[in-house]
T-cell receptor
Framework: GQSLEQPSEVTAVEGAIVQINCTYQTSGFYGLSWYQQHDGGAPTFLSYNALDGLEETGRFSSFLSRSDSYGYLLLQELQMKDSASYFC???????????WGAGTKLIIKP | DGGITQSPKYLFRKEGQNVTLSCEQNLNHDAMYWYRQDPGQGLRLIYY???????QKGDIAEGYSVSREKKESFPLTVTSAQKNPTAFYLCASSSKALAGSYEQYFGPGTRLTVT
């Protein structure tokens, strides 16, 4: 089957660094995306990795290892506004269909 | 401002009634999607459309129907055949015309409650 696994909840302290992991199992794989969703809101795009390595966008970075079927999202200098759910999602084919992980709820403590 | 609109934000229906959720985009995107999200879960694809007058079933299409008569509009009908319709419904679009285009843009969602 096709699935993405990520931790259900992660807790961190304001100002710290946190890593959210995602492992995937898909019959076809075209890249890994990360989205942020605040409670009651819509997902917003954070990053996309098609190739192995690290992509950096401000305080957020995303990493992909295709050989390990693994990726992670790294959030630095955590702020209270980063409290949200974070989803990894993989393109499973060239028709732009995404399959989604169940999401990781990030709890930030002062 | 370009974006995706969904209406209404909250919708209440009685069991056995069909209900249509609207989704409009002015981003000139080719592809549009409907997802369902249940509490504590990820998004599941209901239907998607890559071009006007064409659409494909996603993973959980049973009990739902869509149409794509205009590029800007992709309404979703939740029929009485959907056994558990209460959920948060999200519409999204993306520009498949651009090479390497991968970001999906989401509307604010419609929270449907059926009793």
């Amino acid at each position: 089957g096709q699935s993405l696994e990520q931790p259900s909840e992660v807790t961190a302290v304001e100002g710290a660094i946190v890593q959210i992991n995602c492992t995937y199992q898909t019959s076809g794989f075209y890249g890994l995306s990360w989205y942020q969703q605040h409670d009651g809101g819509a997902p917003t795009f954070l990053s996309y990795n098609a190739l192995d390595g690290l992509e950096e966008t401000g305080r957020f970075s995303s990493f992909l290892s295709r050989s390990d079927s693994y990726g992670y999202l790294l959030l630095q200098e955590l702020q209270m506004k980063d409290s949200a759910s974070y989803f990894c999602a993989a393109f499973r084919d060239s028709n732009y269909q995404l399959i989604w992980g169940a999401g990781t709820k990030l709890i930030i403590k002062p | 401002d370009g974006g995706i609109t969904q209406s209404p934000k909250y919708l209440f229906r009685k069991e056995g009634q069909n209900v249509t959720l609207s989704c409009e985009q002015n981003l000139n995107h080719d592809a549009m999607y409907w997802y369902r999200q249940d509490p504590g879960q990820g998004l599941r694809l209901i239907y998607y459309s890559q071009i006007v007058n064409d659409f494909q079933k996603g993973d959980i299409a049973e009990g739902y129907s869509v149409s794509r008569e205009k590029k800007e509009s992709f309404p979703l009908t939740v029929t009485s055949a959907q056994k558990n319709p209460t959920a948060f419904y999200l519409c999204a679009s993306s520009s498949k015309a651009l090479a390497g285009s991968y970001e999906q843009y989401f509307g604010p969602g419609t929270r449907l409650t059926v009793t």
